[in-house]
């Protein structure tokens, strides 16, 4: 993420709550009561803005502390079982970027999955007019 | 090298993907005293309320212990620990030999002997899977339960029972619910919560003694009941480590590596002390995170790493009836309160760092209070008024935050 690029256009929100609802046709995602949640928050500064979605750790804190064993790491993307999770939040409890979050019913918690199921390009890269985030792998 | 793990559960589950971090070859022998596939303990209230089916309540896949080429001695129980010999000594007579030890033994209910309570057939603790598993096979909806304790547990008894059963009172001699976790105000917005669900709340009382299906307070107060779950608190395994020589305070004490002072032998989970970095003290953190983590530190020692564990800190999320609770660390200091609409949130800071929060209601990105503690950020880098607002990044100096934006936890 490059803040000194970020619009806080919020497109990446809009983009990343469309492609994870299932939805086909964008405007039904945000039909009245269907507030779908982003797997990504934009913070809006004085003059800087920024978004903020999961960093991949290579050591989750999320997933240490997951009670219920739904968290794990597969081809490193770090990955909630929805089936499995409470919805306890112990992992928005452990993130220390505050990239997890409670899924539109509250029930259970929800992040990046960089878009895997999604044809593996995160749609908040693609649509991001100004290039501010994009998809690297960092050692 | 050969390793053996006393107990199954978060810190056995820890330590074995620790080894497995650093020794995918070494022999790894569970003792487990439960006959069980490892499970999600915090799980059984969810179990009795019909929110998790039993295939749900593991903790690993089912393939969990072969992928990691463990041998699991499932209902053994650990009777012994014979340093010199470098054994375990199992019930019933057998040994099994190790290299290193680990001793995650985790804790059991806390029983406060009372006159009749012996005389009292339908009793419980609400600890394991085989506690949840009879106390719903007791329950039918006529059913009235006394719950004596309204901590965490008992607490996620009564929700998980609520709706099941025709009544739920339950008793405890703090004047507050969850008191070791939230501060007077919390505690007060959680029982109203609480009692809106049609549980009955009955503060600085205590059971003086029990007849067959009746409880006579130390009010004079009577509470009838046809069951009883006993949620006081519970106490750590110490007596293997203890009996073998080493080092025990309130847990097991162990270094920062979570070896306990014998040679080779490791303790992790709810059985030990942890130190506190909150507020620097010694104490027994009873939470499944805690418990993971120090496992995972100690495998990975035992299997020649050299880590250490020293970011332990009190931390709780907990829901109940869908109001959710965050806490972290310690209450002292100055304090930030803050009551909206449906939430409430208080921050504490001593020594110019935050130390402690409580989040009730809006609880979103609290993990980054979480991290300011663990890291023990000095304020004076941070904007205190988005501090205070609530969790951001913005609040972090500008290379703390490219930092933070470019690269994860590593």
């Known amino acids: 993420m490059n803040e000194e690029w970020c619009l806080g256009c919020h497109l990446c929100e809009y983009f990343c709550a469309f492609v994870n609802s299932g939805e086909k046709y964008m405007p039904k995602a945000f039909a009245l009561n269907r507030q779908n949640v982003p797997n990504i928050t934009v913070e809006e500064g004085d003059r800087i803005n920024f978004a903020v979605n999961c960093r991949q750790c290579d050591e989750p804190l999320c997933k240490k502390g997951c009670i219920t064993g739904a968290i794990s790491v597969k081809d490193g993307v770090v990955t909630i079982d929805t089936e499995k999770c409470v919805g306890c939040f112990t992992c928005i409890l452990s993130c220390p970027y505050g990239a997890v979050v409670p899924n539109k019913e509250g029930k259970a918690a929800k992040k990046c999955e960089l878009c895997i199921s999604n044809g593996g390009i995160p749609a908040c890269v693609t649509n991001c007019p100004n290039r501010a985030i994009v998809l690297e792998e960092v050692y | ?410």
Request: net charge neutral; aromatic share 8%; glycine share 10%.
């Open chain 2, 1 to 410: 090298m050969k390793y053996v793990i006393i107990g199954n559960s978060a810190a056995a589950v820890g330590a074995i993907e620790g080894i497995r971090q650093v020794d995918k070859d070494g022999g790894i022998v569970v003792i487990s005293k439960e006959k069980y596939h490892t499970y999600s303990r915090p799980l059984i209230s969810y179990l009795i309320q019909g929110k998790v089916t039993e295939d749900k309540m593991y903790y690993r896949p089912l393939s969990f212990y072969e992928e990691n080429n463990c041998k699991v001695m499932l209902g053994e129980e650990a009777v012994r620990i014979i340093p010199d010999k470098k054994e375990v000594e199992l019930k019933g007579g057998k040994s099994v030999k190790y290299d290193k030890l680990l001793v995650a033994t985790g804790s059991k209910p806390f029983i406060v002997p009372t006159e009749g309570l012996d005389g009292v057939e339908n009793k419980f603790t609400f600890m394991s899977y085989d506690d949840a598993k009879s106390l719903e096979a007791s329950i039918t909806p006529d059913t009235r339960v006394l719950i004596v304790g309204a901590g965490l547990i008992g607490l996620k008894c009564a929700e998980g029972l609520n709706k099941k059963v025709k009544s739920i009172t339950v008793v405890d001699l703090a004047d507050r619910v969850l008191s070791s976790i939230l501060d007077e105000k919390g505690s007060e917005i959680m029982k109203k919560h609480l009692e809106n669900a049609g549980i009955e709340i009955i503060l600085s009382d205590s059971v003086k003694a029990y007849e067959k299906n009746m409880a006579t307070l130390n009010s004079g107060r009577k509470v009838p009941f046809d069951i009883l779950v006993i949620a006081i608190g519970v106490r750590p395994n110490v007596e293997l480590v203890k009996e073998a020589g080493g080092k025990v305070n309130r847990g097991i004490v162990t270094d920062e590596f979570q070896m306990t002072s014998i040679k080779d032998v490791y303790a992790a989970g709810d059985c030990t002390e942890s130190l506190d970095i909150s507020c620097n003290e010694q104490k027994i953190l009873a939470l499944l995170p805690n418990a993971y983590m120090q496992g995972e530190v100690a495998g990975k020692n035992m299997a020649g790493d050299k880590v250490k564990y020293e970011k332990a800190i009190p931390m709780n999320a907990i829901g109940f009836f869908g109001l959710h609770i965050i806490t972290a660390g310690s209450y002292r200091g100055e304090s930030y309160e803050f009551i909206g609409e449906n939430s409430y949130k208080r921050l504490f800071i001593n020594d110019n760092r935050l130390v402690g929060y409580i989040m009730i209601g809006e609880i979103n990105r609290a993990g980054i209070y979480t991290s300011l503690i663990k890291d023990k950020v000095d304020l004076s880098t941070i904007d205190m008024g988005l501090l205070l607002q609530k969790p951001n990044l913005m609040m972090f100096p500008k290379d703390v935050r490219k930092q933070k934006l470019g690269v994860g936890h590593r």
